[in-house]
């Protein structure tokens, strides 16, 4: 509700709301800071201050273009509105203090350190400015010198609503309002309508525009009662999703543990596996060399005796007893060492 309960001048909750012509909402101290002063106070303002460039003019020049005396133009459609028709707004007064929140002092927006009181606020801007910030950030002159600075909200009880009925019409005050113009968008009295106010405009009775209006509210409701159920849901199931992720990943955990132990089992079991056949390559080769030293070993002690044979042999110094003997020897000249006949232990 703070956007519907917030000045469109002040940017702060509503003050004694009333209604301009164009039934827009603002604070009754905003309506009458926004109204463009008599002439004689015209001749007695100054536009640019002696601080900033010691020149005195008058502000009718600068307010061309804006409302006549004795009427504010609306800040949010520019509509003018005559200070006449400021109405109090029943509704808005009922629900300030259901929906409402008390406003902060308004504080300078550019104070370096403690923020001093807000003197002025620039309606183009919107910003709220202390008397030495503004001096010195906002002067009014060169660009700035279009900007509208209003007298920033003083603290202090709210001022008196204004004496006007708010049921009766503000043109015509001794009518009361009996008509809603639809082109207009605004309460409307039978002089109105005979005075050609609305001439050619469709104008219903106060009943009929209530419950027309009242059927397109309640739509509008229904709707947002949709949307809100559906938001409803949406925001259960979320609020559901970290248990189901939680479940999930849990699941997810769960299975990556399983098949990393099934991998395990299986390297483990092929582990063994290569073990085994390691040991008994390892005994067979190893039953293989100590076969093959045994062999050999024997080959040696032939050699050997054969080797000291022939050495006793050519010391014999009888010719006739050596070829007897060379003959004999002459069948271990075949014997050759080959490489095939050792087998491979590595």
Partial sequence: MEPELQCPVCLRQLVRPVLLACSHPVCLGCARSLARPSD???????????????VVCGSRGSSAGGPEPGWVSCVTCGRPSPLDALRPCLLLERLLPLFGRASAPVSCQLCEGEPRPAAVLCQ?????????????????????????????????????????????????????????????????????????????????????AVKAQKTALSRTLQSLSERAKSATEVIHRLRKAPETVGESCAALEQA???????????????????????????QRKTAAAREQVTSWTGQIQRTTGILRFCIETLKEPNSVAFLQVGAALGTHRGHRWRDNDVVSVV
């Fill in 40 to 54: 004689d106070e015209l001749d007695k303002e100054s536009v640019y201050s002696e601080a900033d460039s010691g």
């Fill in 124 to 208: 183009q801007c919107r910003v709220h400015y202390c008397s030495e910030c503004q001096r010195r950030c906002h002067p009014r002159r060169g660009p700035l010198a279009e900007h509208s600075l209003l007298p920033a909200p003083a603290p202090g009880p709210p001022p008196p609503p204004p004496a006007a009925d708010p049921l009766r019409c503000w043109r015509h005050p001794a009518a009361e309002y009996e008509l809603f113009c639809a082109a207009c968008d605004e309460l409307a009295c039978a002089e109105c309508r005979a005075d050609g106010g609305h001439k050619g405009h469709e104008l219903h009775p106060l009943a009929d």
């Fill in 256 to 282: 990556i543990s399983d098949q990393c132990d099934a991998l395990v089992a299986a390297v483990m079991a092929r582990k063994q596996r290569l073990l085994a056949h390691v040991r008994q390559e390892s």
